[in-house]
């Protein structure tokens, strides 16, 4: 059934086998988080951001998560790494649920530290980051937004497009506080999607011309196009938006209409090429089932899944710079805004 899965090349068509779902499946059982976020890199499980230093127990950027509650990480990450159909955000989703757990729990954790030293914290886990929010068949999840200026360049990140009266909000904001920055930076890093809508209501902040659209979604009964509102105050500087290999659905679907439409410089890796809504149904004999039930073609007339949106510049994180407390793909954004900013 793999193979046979396989030759539809689609990202959202899978059969995970039952040992391998299990993982994916299991979770920390509550909704507590050590306060500092990780990421897969280069096989290691490393810290690459820290939200709340009272949470995270003093861990630092660049250090790799060794073990949490008991649990071995290097061998999870190994054995889904072993299975082609595990793609990045399922990964990482997996290893988040392993550092999650219930709220005020204090969970044993190793560390290796910038000399490769085995550290171990005992990390007091912390309510969820953000305001719970659902919709539709989606459960309700912490959706957070932040915004911030890097100099005079403004920088734009949130974890999901959910909750969309405030994220909208916050969002529209953020851009007219900018109207005088030399650009701004969307982070989309890690955002798996959410409520597709949206990507057409925050391009409107960056374009002002009419008759746009990201990209066409086709369903069995119906066809959706995602056409932008776009806004008389739009913000008309250099944009550039962050992607990786956890960058999903409404994420790709934003990053790669407006790449397509030329209104942003794409920064980081290829994005997850998970664009389309899909369901997972458990087999009989345990096995995972994943099948889309739409298709999704962007406005420069390729389809986004199992082929993503491809940076225009890529950059990795790596644990070296973060260790020196540099985000490689932040900078790379700022260094390409600076030099429009120069050349005017």
């Known amino acids: ?73 290097p061998p999870l990450v190994a054995k889904l790494q072993t299975d082609p159909a595990i793609h990045e955000l399922q990964l990482e989703r997996a290893v988040a649920a392993r550092l999650a757990g219930p709220v005020n729990a204090v969970h044993p954790m190793v560390f290796a530290d910038e000399s490769n030293a085995r550290v171990t914290r005992e990390v007091k ?30 920088y734009v990140r949130f974890n999901i497009f959910l909750d969309l009266v405030h994220v909208m909000q916050e969002f529209g904001e953020a851009v007219q506080q900018c109207a005088h920055c030399d650009g701004i930076v969307i982070d989309l890093r890690g955002n798996p999607g959410g409520i597709g809508g949206m990507a057409m209501g925050m391009a409107g902040w960056l374009m002002n011309q009419p008759g746009q659209r990201l990209g066409t979604m086709y369903m069995r009964g119906a066809t959706l196009n995602f056409s932008i509102n776009p806004r ?17 659905s409404t994420s790709e679907i934003f990053a790669g209409g407006l790449k397509d439409l030329g209104r942003a410089r794409i920064f980081g890796t290829r994005t997850a090429a998970a664009a389309l809504p899909s ?25 986004l899944e199992a082929n993503g949106v491809v940076p225009d510049v890529e950059v990795k994180l790596t644990r070296e710079a973060l260790l020196a407390g540099h985000d490689a793909v932040v900078d790379a954004a700022l260094d390409w805004i600076r030099k429009q900013e120069e050349a005017k």
């Open 232 to 248: 008389a105050e739009a913000y008309g500087g250099p944009v550039a938006v962050l992607v990786d290999g956890s960058s999903a």
């Open 279 to 303: 369901v997972i149904t458990r087999l009989p004999n345990g096995d995972g089932f994943q099948y889309a039930v739409a298709n999704y073609i962007s406005e420069g007339g390729k389809a």
């Open 1 to 73: 059934m793999r193979e046979m899965i396989g030759r539809l090349k689609q990202t959202h068509f899978a059969i995970f086998p039952a040992a391998v779902y299990q993982v994916l499946d299991a979770s920390g059982g509550g909704d507590g988080w050590p306060g500092f976020e990780v990421r897969v890199l280069n096989v290691r499980v490393i810290v690459t951001d820290i939200a709340a230093p009272l949470g995270g127990a003093g861990v630092k950027l660049g250090w790799e998560v060794l073990q949490a509650n008991g649990a071995d990480l």
């Open 125 to 154: 886990l912390i309510p969820p980051r953000g305001e719970f929010s659902g919709f539709g068949n989606l459960p309700p999840q912490p959706v957070w937004f932040e915004s911030k200026k890097l100099g005079n360049t403004g």
